[in-house]
């Protein structure tokens, strides 16, 4: 597929997805979501073990939804467009690990992009918040949810009253984000975080994610039933015979995902 509003590289082992509408400063707009999904799905079956999401043009890593789709949408439109199949719901269950590389504005549903993603790091020059309520609406992509877990409700209640926006450096202190690193350090920062989890086991990886997005579904003992079930599935990889042969032979393991 060509695509209009995303750029998709792929090089050892780490794909990066480029939001590339930096003159509406990447808002997602339904082609925009269109085509996130498509490269997904693609990325599912590629041999890149972690994915990277970033936006393009120095400004914005993602400003929100395209807010020019909200102009005379009716309820019932906007309720069976977010019936569809939704990029954060996407983002969560990707299998392989995803780091949001949060370089600009971060904002309302872009936000929401990167509270779905695994690990986010941003440039400390970086503005993130949810918006949504200068517009009269609310956070509508999961913000409710995935901010106040993240974060807890003090400090999600705040920026979804307020709509205020902090900085990179404000958000890692809120544990928003993992790290925030001055703005011409954030690719190698982030690269170098993709290379080290594209060493690992990439089934690992994936039992790995799936465990820990259990613990914000589930109560503690289906969560560490699940815990349990991935564990003895990991112990049934070729990967699994590798890490551990590795370790007593002294040596890198080398993964081959299966
Ligand atoms: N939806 C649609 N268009 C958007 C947009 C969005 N979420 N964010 C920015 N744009 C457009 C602007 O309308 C403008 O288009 P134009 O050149 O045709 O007028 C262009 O992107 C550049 O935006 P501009 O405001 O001039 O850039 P800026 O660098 O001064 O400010 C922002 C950037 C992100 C602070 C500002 O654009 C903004 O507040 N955007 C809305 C953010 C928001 O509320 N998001 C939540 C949506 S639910």
């Given at each position: 597929?060509?695509?209009?509003?995303?750029?998709?590289q792929q090089s050892d082992r780490v794909a990066v997805l480029t939001i590339n509408r930096p003159?509406?400063?990447?808002?997602?707009?339904?082609?925009?979501?269109?085509?996130?999904?498509?490269?997904?799905?693609?990325?599912?079956?590629?041999?890149?073990?972690?994915?990277?999401?970033?936006?393009?043009?120095?400004?914005?890593?993602?400003?929100?939804?395209?807010?020019?789709?909200?102009?005379?949408?009716?309820?019932?439109?906007?309720?069976?467009?977010?019936?569809?199949?939704?990029?954060?719901?996407?983002?969560?269950?990707?299998?392989?690990?995803?780091?949001?590389?949060?370089?600009?504005?971060?904002?309302?549903?872009?936000?929401?992009?990167?509270?779905?993603?695994?690990?986010?790091?941003?440039?400390?020059?970086?503005?993130?918040?949810?918006?949504?309520?200068?517009?009269?609406?609310?956070?509508?992509?999961?913000?409710?949810?995935?901010?106040?877990?993240?974060?807890?409700?003090?400090?999600?209640?705040?920026?979804?009253?307020?709509?205020?926006?902090?900085?990179?450096?404000?958000?890692?202190?809120?544990?928003?984000?993992?790290?925030?690193?001055?703005?011409?350090?954030?690719?190698?920062?982030?690269?170098?975080?993709?290379?080290?989890?594209?060493?690992?086991?990439?089934?690992?990886?994936?039992?790995?994610?799936?465990?820990?997005?259990?613990?914000?579904?589930?109560?503690?003992?289906?969560?560490?039933?699940?815990?349990?079930?991935?564990?003895?599935?990991?112990?049934?990889?070729?990967?699994?015979?590798?890490?551990?042969?590795?370790?007593?032979?002294?040596?890198?393991?080398?993964?081959?995902?299966?």
């Amino acid at each position: 597929m060509q695509y209009q509003n995303i750029l998709l590289q792929q090089s050892d082992r780490v794909a990066v997805l480029t939001i590339n509408r930096p003159e509406k400063r990447n808002a997602l707009n339904q082609a925009t979501r269109d085509e996130i999904l498509h490269a997904l799905d693609h990325l599912q079956q590629s041999d890149s073990r972690v994915l990277v999401v970033t936006g393009a043009g120095g400004k914005a890593f993602i400003a929100g939804a395209d807010i020019g789709e909200f102009e005379g949408r009716t309820a019932l439109t906007q309720r069976e467009v977010m019936k569809q199949r939704r990029i954060f719901d996407a983002v969560e269950e990707f299998p392989k690990p995803v780091i949001a590389m949060i370089n600009g504005f971060c904002l309302g549903g872009g936000m929401e992009f990167a509270l779905a993603c695994d690990i986010r790091i941003a440039a400390d020059s970086a503005k993130l918040g949810q918006p949504e309520i200068n517009l009269g609406i609310i956070p509508g992509g999961g913000g409710t949810q995935r901010l106040t877990r993240l974060v807890g409700e003090g400090k999600a209640m705040e920026l979804i009253l307020t709509g205020d926006l902090i900085d990179g450096n404000e958000a890692k202190a809120i544990g928003l984000v993992n790290d925030a690193v001055p703005i011409d350090q954030l690719q190698t920062r982030v690269m170098a975080l993709a290379a080290k989890l594209a060493e690992k086991s990439p089934i690992a990886l994936r039992m790995a994610k799936e465990a820990v997005k259990t613990a914000s579904r589930a109560n503690l003992r289906e969560g560490l039933d699940r815990e349990t079930d991935l564990f003895c599935l990991a112990f049934s990889s070729e990967d699994k015979v590798e890490g551990v042969r590795a370790f007593f032979e002294k040596r890198k393991p080398d993964y081959k995902g299966r």
